[in-house]
């Protein structure tokens, strides 16, 4: 025999022995149930059952994780200070266009005196 069917042959054996032991455990939780024993004292024998059943099989009882891939995100231009500067440029364009063309600028160029003696004036 090689040396891998020997560990083979021993770990098959330790299995079995660990069966063995688990299912005994499972009888006795049997016999408590009909002898009417505590709930407690049964389930004792259940958990030490399962307890065996993980040592003998543990890779049916560890969850496996899949691998984390790592998904490239595309970035994303960031337009917010494009949009911040030309609502600004929007704004400043507004209040200018009012100083150069509109009312707000030098009162003298659109307003007259007689206008504004009429409009301060105190009403009859």
Known sequence: MTPDTTNRQKSYAHIAK?????SKSYENAALGLEQGESEEHVYQ????ARIT???????????HKPPLTSKVVP???????LKI?????????????FVVYGPTGD??????TEDFQKNVAYPK
């Open 45 to 48: 024998h259940i958990k030490k």
């Open 53 to 63: 059943l993980e040592t003998a099989f543990p890779e049916f009882f560890t969850s």
């Open 107 to 112: 009162l003298s160029k659109s307003w007259k």
């Open 18 to 22: 660990l069966l063995e032991s688990a």
């Open 85 to 97: 500067g030309l609502i600004a440029g929007l704004i400043v364009g507004v209040l200018y266009t």
């Open 75 to 81: 970035e994303k231009r960031d337009f917010s200070i």
